[in-house]
């Protein structure tokens, strides 16, 4: 009798301890998935950045390409803003009332084209601002100087490639500065710019196709024969054969 009680009492001391062991066991594996649970929400809400991506705002699809003007780009600077920062260009921009303007730091007569002409013909593919005002107005200001045609006809096998990266370019107000720049040249150069006008027209060909772009690459071909006189008229029709000539 005495043997069966103690028996007893070893069986239920047992259960006991399984029970409890039982319940210290699942008690842990509950507190392991709390601190999992809370350590993966904390660190996926650490950074704004991976919350706006679970939790996209309405203004992230109206503007998808919007960035931070105060953050630092990461971007390096064009090869024409990085000389316009250290001063290579000899002349600012003055804000005004009404419109902008250049202040060179000596008459623009007195500076030599080789490379400025070229370095500013390579800044009319800049899309930001103050760059495309000052490459822009830099270059036209230039080709009116006294002398020009003497400095610039010796830039012409340099200067087309970099005036037709202009042409060819997507952006369509870079185009349209490249188009006038080449007309402004014509002024100056005159049929000295015929040997080199066979590389330009192709793509003012391609840009005729745009409704928008129509009449201003017209008015310009129609300058450009206007300025390169009959040689320059041959080689317009054989670019681009519906070319009217100003002369009939």
């Not at 930001?128 to 003497?150: C, D, I, M, N, W």
């Amino acid at each position: 009798m005495q043997k069966s009680e103690c028996h007893g009492v070893v069986q239920l001391r047992n259960r006991k301890a399984g029970s409890c062991d039982q319940r210290t066991s699942s008690s842990m594996q509950i507190k392991h998935r709390t601190t999992v649970q809370q350590s993966n929400s904390s660190s996926s809400t650490s950074s704004p950045e991976t919350a706006r991506k679970v939790h996209p705002r309405p203004s992230d699809k109206l503007n998808p390409k919007t960035i931070n003007p105060f953050g630092e780009q990461s971007r390096a600077p064009s090869a024409f803003a990085a000389i316009y920062s250290k001063g290579g260009i000899p002349c600012r921009l003055v804000h005004g009332s009404v419109k902008h303007r250049l202040q060179w730091e000596c008459p623009p007569e007195n500076l030599p084209f080789d490379p400025l002409l070229i370095t500013l013909a390579e800044g009319l593919r800049e899309t930001k601002h103050p760059y495309t005002f000052v490459s822009k107005e830099g270059f036209r200001e230039l080709l009116l100087v006294q002398g020009a045609l003497e400095k610039a006809v010796p830039l012409l096998p340099r200067l087309i490639p970099v005036l037709k990266a202009a042409l060819v370019h997507m952006d369509d107000e870079v185009f349209a500065r490249g188009l006038n720049a080449l007309v402004q040249l014509s002024i100056v150069v005159g049929p000295s710019l015929n040997d080199h006008l066979k590389h330009l027209l192709t793509s003012l060909s391609k840009r005729l196709r745009d409704k928008k772009f129509k009449e201003p690459i017209t008015s310009a071909l129609q300058k450009l024969e206007q300025h390169g006189g009959n040689g320059s008229l041959i080689i317009i029709k054989s670019k681009i054969p519906t070319y009217c000539s100003i002369c009939y």
